[in-house]
């Protein structure tokens, strides 16, 4: 695979993001690694392949080399797992930005499993890191309550890299289950900023646009990208321009930009006031 390249998101603010209409639209260092992905899927699950849908900064329109590549497959029966594990393992070690994280579910958990939504693999290059490939279970089968907040992310902007498209193989979530899938990881990012002490740090940028995409769906339920996100909260509450505006440029360019602490403290407050 290519070397990723490096993408000019420009100023914050200056221009909408483009989202993919489908995978060909991908930059060209994780388009190759989607239909990577998709050949060893399809080599391992056969005809028993329902779609391969991507989501998260991919399908949004924002990925940089920084990312994940986010992806949802879904498959009518779990034989074949062991093959699509050995491939994954060999192939993600050649993917651009973080690598894979992605879940593979059955076709009838992906319709009709109750929240946290049952799913039959995860895969990250977290848990590689915490557990040796050849000792995961894959027999297990196991429920996750981020998938939630996955499948409604792939309802808004999910990009069918192969076979149906996300509406017709995933459920649809409701708001208290995205709230609950959600919910706890933007709670604890709200303490571990409220917790930082130094008058200036490196902008923390997933919490800060994380926490202006929250506000946005719990103020207006409109699902947004971190980048949207960031540009949504700077164009409601202008005092908070200074941050998200070092924000964005991080997120696009990391260079260590600085941030008062005193901006996070507030921002922190008023997601974790908002969510109480």
């Known amino acids: 695979m290519h070397n ?9 603010g200056d221009r909408p993001e483009i989202r993919p209409a489908q995978a060909s639209d991908f930059p060209s260092a994780p388009r190759a690694a989607v ?29 940089t080399p920084s990312s994940d590549i986010d992806a949802l497959l879904v498959v009518e029966r779990a ?36 929240h946290p939504i049952g799913y039959l693999y995860h895969f990250s290059r977290a848990r590689l890191a915490r557990q040796s490939p050849e000792s995961w279970d894959l027999d297990e089968v196991a429920r996750d309550p981020d998938l939630a907040g996955h499948f409604a992310v792939a309802w808004t902007a999910g990009v069918a890299a192969y076979g149906l498209p996300a509406r017709q193989v995933l459920r649809q979530v409701d708001d208290g289950e995205f709230l609950a899938s959600i919910g706890e990881d933007v709670l604890q990012s709200c303490g571990e900023i409220l917790g930082i002490s130094a008058e200036q740090v490196a902008v923390p940028v997933y919490p800060v646009l994380n926490f202006a995409r929250t506000l946005a769906w719990l ?58």
Request: a neutral charge; proline letters at 5%; charged letters at 20%.
């Open 35 to 63: 239909q990577g992905l998709v050949g060893w899927a399809q080599a391992a699950f056969g005809e028993g392949l329902v779609s391969v849908i991507v989501h998260g900064s991919l399908a949004w329109g924002c990925w």
């Open 219 to 276: 103020r207006e339920r409109v699902m947004l990208s971190k980048r949207e996100g960031g540009q949504w909260l700077m164009n409601r509450e202008p005092p908070r321009a200074a941050l998200l505006t070092v924000a964005l440029q991080e997120y696009a360019d990391p260079n260590g930009r600085l941030v008062q602490t005193t901006d996070l403290h507030d921002l922190a407050r008023a997601v974790k006031e908002q969510l109480s």
């Open 79 to 114: 034989s074949g797992l062991a093959t699509f594990h050995r491939m994954l393992v060999a192939g993600d070690a050649q993917a651009p930005g973080n690598g894979f994280e992605l879940s593979v579910l059955s076709r009838q958990a992906a319709r009709s499993s109750p």
């Open 4 to 12: 990723p390249p490096v993408f000019d998101f420009g100023v914050a």
